[in-house]
């Protein structure tokens, strides 16, 4: 259950759009600062600013903020221990604005995952290439379904 929540509240967390906090935060819940998770969140957030027009580094513009919605998991161990576990979420994210307020075209339904491993009393996200290497894609998650239930699939509730 640590892995999963801890995998849970980075996602929700994480900045989307500032690539500096990105990378402060990502130096924080990685399991070391040169771990290629830090690398590769920062690159995601850059590409993501230059997809909508803004330069590849800065912060946000004008009060835009994301809001991400993790509604169900999928918690596998990578490992025998238990302490390398990969985690599938299923998430909303919803971007925000003072001029348009919320967004009305949010991301439905979108999965991901992060590995996350048991490092000196605390969950830490990895990239590291052998576990990703033995990291394995769900099985499609839907809410109302017996076998997503079966495969592991859990919703998550606020609370």
Do not use: C
């Amino acid at each position: 259950m640590g892995a999963t929540s801890a995998a849970v509240s980075y996602w929700q967390d994480l900045s989307l759009i500032d690539d500096q906090a990105a990378g402060r935060q990502l130096r924080t819940i990685a399991a070391s600062p040169s771990d290629p998770a830090v690398r590769n969140g920062v690159s995601e957030v850059r590409k993501v600013r230059e997809g909508v027009g803004l330069p590849p580094s800065g912060g946000p513009p004008n009060g835009l903020a994301f809001t991400t919605n993790v509604k169900a998991v999928l918690t596998r161990s990578l490992d025998t221990e238990g302490d390398v576990v990969q985690v599938w979420m299923v998430f909303d994210r919803y971007a925000t604005s003072p001029k348009k307020g919320t967004d009305d075209q949010p991301l439905r339904d979108e999965v991901d995952n992060l590995i996350v491993t048991w490092k000196d009393g605390d969950w830490k996200v990895t990239q590291e290439r052998k576990w990703v290497r033995k990291s394995t894609g769900p099985r499609s998650y839907d809410p109302h379904s017996t076998y997503a239930f079966r495969d592991g699939w859990r919703e998550v509730t606020d609370g």
